[in-house]
Protein backbone atom coordinates (compact mmCIF):
# COMPACT_ATOMS: atom_id res chain seq x y z
CA UNK A 1 0.00 0.00 0.00
CA UNK A 2 3.05 2.54 0.80
CA UNK A 3 4.35 1.74 -2.95
CA UNK A 4 1.12 1.95 -4.22
CA UNK A 5 0.41 6.02 -2.19
CA UNK A 6 4.03 6.68 -3.30
CA UNK A 7 3.19 6.27 -7.06
CA UNK A 8 -0.12 8.23 -6.40
CA UNK A 9 1.59 11.33 -4.91
CA UNK A 10 4.12 11.72 -7.49
CA UNK A 11 1.03 12.91 -10.00
CA UNK A 12 -0.20 15.05 -7.22
CA UNK A 13 2.70 16.75 -6.13
CA UNK A 14 3.13 17.48 -9.75
CA UNK A 15 0.04 18.83 -10.69
CA UNK A 16 -0.13 20.93 -7.29
CA UNK A 17 2.95 22.24 -8.74
CA UNK A 18 1.38 23.12 -11.97
CA UNK A 19 -1.18 24.74 -10.16
CA UNK A 20 1.50 26.82 -7.80
CA UNK A 21 2.64 28.37 -11.41
CA UNK A 22 -0.39 29.08 -12.65
CA UNK A 23 -1.12 31.86 -10.26
CA UNK A 24 1.97 33.37 -10.63
CA UNK A 25 2.46 35.69 -7.90
CA UNK A 26 -1.19 34.68 -6.34
CA UNK A 27 -1.69 33.26 -2.63
CA UNK A 28 -0.09 29.68 -3.03
CA UNK A 29 0.80 29.36 0.95
CA UNK A 30 -2.23 26.60 0.49
CA UNK A 31 -0.45 24.66 -2.01
CA UNK A 32 3.19 25.07 -0.45
CA UNK A 33 1.42 23.64 2.82
CA UNK A 34 -0.33 20.97 1.05
CA UNK A 35 2.84 19.64 -0.53
CA UNK A 36 4.65 20.14 2.48
CA UNK A 37 2.31 17.91 4.46
CA UNK A 38 2.50 15.73 1.66
CA UNK A 39 6.06 15.33 1.52
CA UNK A 40 6.62 15.03 5.39
CA UNK A 41 4.39 12.57 5.36
CA UNK A 42 6.00 10.59 2.34
CA UNK A 43 8.99 10.99 4.60
CA UNK A 44 7.77 9.51 7.57
CA UNK A 45 6.04 6.45 5.47
CA UNK A 46 9.25 5.55 3.93
CA UNK A 47 10.82 5.23 7.09
CA UNK A 48 7.89 2.82 8.55
CA UNK A 49 8.64 1.11 4.45
CA UNK A 50 12.44 0.61 6.01
CA UNK A 51 11.82 -0.32 9.21
CA UNK A 52 9.66 -3.28 8.11
CA UNK A 53 11.52 -4.29 4.86
CA UNK A 54 13.40 -7.35 6.10
CA UNK A 55 10.62 -7.60 9.01
CA UNK A 56 8.72 -11.15 7.38
CA UNK A 57 12.57 -12.22 6.32
CA UNK A 58 13.98 -12.23 9.99
CA UNK A 59 11.22 -13.87 11.33
CA UNK A 60 11.25 -16.71 8.80
CA UNK A 61 15.08 -17.52 9.94
CA UNK A 62 13.52 -16.93 13.75
CA UNK A 63 11.02 -19.90 13.32
CA UNK A 64 13.40 -21.93 10.44
CA UNK A 65 11.12 -21.13 7.79
CA UNK A 66 13.16 -20.92 4.34
CA UNK A 67 13.16 -16.80 2.54
CA UNK A 68 11.33 -18.55 -0.47
CA UNK A 69 8.49 -20.12 1.20
CA UNK A 70 5.72 -17.85 1.49
CA UNK A 71 3.62 -17.62 4.94
CA UNK A 72 0.73 -15.76 6.17
CA UNK A 73 0.26 -14.55 10.24
CA UNK A 74 -2.72 -15.86 11.83
CA UNK A 75 -3.85 -11.95 12.92
CA UNK A 76 -6.14 -9.27 12.25
CA UNK A 77 -6.53 -6.00 12.39
CA UNK A 78 -10.30 -6.51 14.21
CA UNK A 79 -8.87 -8.65 16.77
CA UNK A 80 -6.02 -6.08 17.08
CA UNK A 81 -8.44 -2.78 17.78
CA UNK A 82 -10.59 -4.85 20.18
CA UNK A 83 -10.38 -3.69 23.55
CA UNK A 84 -8.73 -7.08 25.40
CA UNK A 85 -5.85 -7.04 22.90
CA UNK A 86 -3.79 -6.68 25.19
CA UNK A 87 -3.37 -8.68 27.99
CA UNK A 88 -3.95 -6.75 31.48
CA UNK A 89 -1.54 -6.27 34.48
CA UNK A 90 -4.28 -5.91 37.53
CA UNK A 91 -1.66 -6.64 39.75
CA UNK A 92 -0.22 -4.30 41.42
CA UNK A 93 4.12 -3.18 41.04
CA UNK A 94 4.68 -3.64 45.01
CA UNK A 95 3.26 -7.59 44.57
CA UNK A 96 4.75 -7.89 41.08
CA UNK A 97 8.17 -7.48 43.29
CA UNK A 98 7.72 -9.66 45.87
CA UNK A 99 6.76 -12.21 43.13
CA UNK A 100 10.05 -11.74 41.62
CA UNK A 101 11.63 -12.15 44.24
CA UNK A 102 10.01 -15.26 45.39
CA UNK A 103 10.12 -17.21 42.09
CA UNK A 104 12.91 -15.90 40.26
CA UNK A 105 15.65 -18.31 39.40
CA UNK A 106 19.11 -16.17 39.83
CA UNK A 107 16.94 -15.25 43.71
CA UNK A 108 16.80 -18.50 44.26
CA UNK A 109 20.48 -19.07 43.51
CA UNK A 110 21.53 -16.05 45.83
CA UNK A 111 19.26 -17.82 48.46
CA UNK A 112 21.73 -21.40 48.54
CA UNK A 113 24.32 -19.17 48.15
CA UNK A 114 23.75 -17.89 51.21
CA UNK A 115 23.11 -21.12 52.96
CA UNK A 116 25.86 -22.34 51.92
CA UNK A 117 27.93 -19.42 53.48
CA UNK A 118 26.47 -19.78 56.45
CA UNK A 119 27.47 -23.11 56.89
CA UNK A 120 30.86 -22.57 56.48
CA UNK A 121 31.00 -20.99 59.94
CA UNK A 122 30.05 -24.19 61.74
CA UNK A 123 31.98 -26.31 59.21
CA UNK A 124 35.04 -24.31 59.71
CA UNK A 125 34.60 -24.64 63.80
CA UNK A 126 33.69 -28.38 63.70
CA UNK A 127 36.69 -29.26 61.14
CA UNK A 128 39.18 -27.71 64.62
CA UNK A 129 37.82 -30.76 66.89
CA UNK A 130 39.85 -33.83 67.34
CA UNK A 131 39.26 -36.73 65.29
CA UNK A 132 37.56 -39.55 66.92
CA UNK A 133 38.58 -43.13 64.77
CA UNK A 134 37.74 -46.70 65.84
CA UNK A 135 38.76 -50.19 65.06
CA UNK A 136 36.81 -53.22 65.68
CA UNK A 137 38.49 -56.47 64.67
CA UNK A 138 38.10 -60.34 64.90
CA UNK A 139 41.39 -62.46 64.65
CA UNK A 140 41.77 -66.56 64.55
CA UNK A 141 44.94 -68.42 65.18
CA UNK A 142 44.91 -72.17 64.52
CA UNK A 143 48.30 -72.90 67.06
CA UNK A 144 46.56 -75.69 69.01
CA UNK A 145 47.99 -74.56 72.31
CA UNK A 146 46.25 -71.27 72.47
CA UNK A 147 43.83 -71.66 75.25
CA UNK A 148 41.11 -69.41 72.67
CA UNK A 149 41.80 -69.79 68.87
CA UNK A 150 39.88 -66.22 67.80
CA UNK A 151 39.16 -63.45 69.86
CA UNK A 152 37.46 -60.02 69.03
CA UNK A 153 39.72 -56.36 69.37
CA UNK A 154 38.54 -53.09 69.66
CA UNK A 155 40.79 -49.79 69.63
CA UNK A 156 39.74 -46.20 70.03
CA UNK A 157 42.09 -43.38 68.93
CA UNK A 158 41.97 -39.65 69.46
CA UNK A 159 44.07 -37.48 66.54
CA UNK A 160 44.09 -33.74 66.54
CA UNK A 161 45.77 -31.88 63.44
CA UNK A 162 47.65 -29.06 65.66
CA UNK A 163 47.42 -26.88 62.55
CA UNK A 164 43.41 -26.79 62.48
CA UNK A 165 43.71 -24.98 65.92
CA UNK A 166 46.27 -22.53 65.07
CA UNK A 167 44.56 -21.47 62.01
CA UNK A 168 41.26 -21.25 63.26
CA UNK A 169 40.78 -17.59 63.62
CA UNK A 170 41.99 -16.68 60.32
CA UNK A 171 39.42 -19.13 58.68
CA UNK A 172 36.59 -18.04 60.82
CA UNK A 173 37.45 -14.79 59.56
CA UNK A 174 37.40 -16.20 55.84
CA UNK A 175 34.05 -17.82 56.47
CA UNK A 176 32.39 -14.77 58.36
CA UNK A 177 33.58 -12.44 55.35
CA UNK A 178 32.24 -15.28 52.83
CA UNK A 179 29.28 -14.96 54.35
CA UNK A 180 28.74 -11.25 54.13
CA UNK A 181 29.91 -11.41 50.36
CA UNK A 182 26.99 -13.48 50.01
CA UNK A 183 24.43 -11.01 51.97
CA UNK A 184 25.85 -8.22 49.96
CA UNK A 185 25.52 -10.02 46.54
CA UNK A 186 21.78 -11.40 47.63
CA UNK A 187 21.40 -7.35 48.18
CA UNK A 188 22.66 -6.61 45.19
CA UNK A 189 20.15 -8.80 43.34
CA UNK A 190 17.06 -7.99 45.00
CA UNK A 191 18.21 -4.03 43.86
CA UNK A 192 18.37 -5.15 40.31
CA UNK A 193 15.42 -7.31 40.26
CA UNK A 194 12.89 -4.39 41.84
CA UNK A 195 14.85 -2.48 39.28
CA UNK A 196 13.68 -4.55 36.42
CA UNK A 197 10.43 -4.51 37.96
CA UNK A 198 9.90 -1.09 37.80
CA UNK A 199 11.41 -0.49 34.59
CA UNK A 200 9.40 -2.86 32.83
CA UNK A 201 6.07 -1.86 34.16
CA UNK A 202 6.80 1.68 33.12
CA UNK A 203 7.75 0.55 29.64
CA UNK A 204 4.25 -1.93 29.73
CA UNK A 205 1.86 1.56 30.77
CA UNK A 206 3.94 3.35 28.06
CA UNK A 207 3.33 1.33 25.45
CA UNK A 208 -0.06 0.54 25.91
CA UNK A 209 -0.70 4.59 26.03
CA UNK A 210 1.15 4.75 22.63
CA UNK A 211 -1.04 1.70 21.32
CA UNK A 212 -4.63 3.32 22.87
CA UNK A 213 -3.56 6.59 21.02
CA UNK A 214 -3.12 5.52 17.27
CA UNK A 215 -6.20 2.93 17.89
CA UNK A 216 -7.92 6.77 18.46
CA UNK A 217 -6.18 8.33 15.71
CA UNK A 218 -7.17 5.29 13.35
CA UNK A 219 -10.33 5.51 14.05
CA UNK A 220 -10.74 9.42 13.40
CA UNK A 221 -8.42 9.45 10.14
CA UNK A 222 -10.88 6.80 8.72
CA UNK A 223 -14.21 8.98 9.85
CA UNK A 224 -11.85 12.10 7.97
CA UNK A 225 -11.49 10.22 4.47
CA UNK A 226 -14.99 8.91 4.51
CA UNK A 227 -15.83 12.88 5.00
CA UNK A 228 -13.47 13.67 2.46
CA UNK A 229 -15.07 10.85 -0.17
CA UNK A 230 -18.28 12.48 0.36
CA UNK A 231 -17.62 15.34 -0.92
CA UNK A 232 -15.16 14.50 -4.05
CA UNK A 233 -13.67 17.12 -5.82
CA UNK A 234 -11.84 17.16 -8.90
CA UNK A 235 -9.19 20.26 -8.38
CA UNK A 236 -5.56 19.50 -7.51
CA UNK A 237 -6.14 20.27 -3.62
CA UNK A 238 -8.92 18.36 -3.43
CA UNK A 239 -7.08 15.21 -5.21
CA UNK A 240 -4.03 16.55 -2.56
CA UNK A 241 -5.87 16.71 0.54
CA UNK A 242 -7.59 13.12 -0.61
CA UNK A 243 -4.12 11.83 -0.79
CA UNK A 244 -3.23 13.30 2.37
CA UNK A 245 -5.49 11.81 4.62
CA UNK A 246 -5.19 8.57 3.01
CA UNK A 247 -1.16 8.92 3.37
CA UNK A 248 -2.15 9.70 6.99
CA UNK A 249 -4.50 7.03 7.95
CA UNK A 250 -1.61 4.37 6.32
CA UNK A 251 1.25 5.96 8.01
CA UNK A 252 -1.17 5.57 11.62
CA UNK A 253 -2.11 2.00 10.63
CA UNK A 254 1.46 1.06 10.02
CA UNK A 255 2.52 2.69 13.62
CA UNK A 256 -0.12 1.42 15.71
CA UNK A 257 1.16 -2.34 14.08
CA UNK A 258 4.13 -1.45 15.71
CA UNK A 259 2.57 -0.27 18.93
CA UNK A 260 0.56 -3.20 19.27
CA UNK A 261 3.94 -5.30 18.82
CA UNK A 262 5.80 -2.78 21.03
CA UNK A 263 2.95 -3.35 23.59
CA UNK A 264 2.44 -7.04 23.36
CA UNK A 265 6.45 -7.23 24.16
CA UNK A 266 6.20 -4.75 26.90
CA UNK A 267 3.84 -7.70 28.47
CA UNK A 268 6.42 -10.21 27.72
CA UNK A 269 9.11 -8.39 28.88
CA UNK A 270 7.30 -8.18 32.26
CA UNK A 271 6.14 -11.88 32.36
CA UNK A 272 9.94 -12.51 31.78
CA UNK A 273 11.26 -10.40 34.62
CA UNK A 274 9.11 -11.53 37.07
CA UNK A 275 10.37 -15.00 36.60
CA UNK A 276 7.09 -16.52 35.23
CA UNK A 277 6.75 -19.59 32.87
CA UNK A 278 5.45 -18.79 29.84
CA UNK A 279 4.24 -22.15 29.06
Given amino acids: RIK ?15 AENTKSGGDTSALLTLQKRIYDTLKDLMAERDSLATAKTELAALIGVPPSMPFDLDGTEASMMAQASIPKLTTSRQDLEVLALLIRPDMREQTLLKRVAARGSTQTVMESFPGIGGIVGYNYDSNSFLDDESWASFSL ?19 ENREKLADMQRMAMVASVLTQISIADTRYDLAQEHFNLYRKMMGVNTRLIEYIRSRPEKTAVGEGMGLAAEMDQLLTRTRLHLTYAEAQNAYGRMVTTIGLDPL
Fill in 157 to 175: GLTQNLMNLVTLPIRLEQA
Fill in 4 to 18: DLMVRSDDVLHRLEE
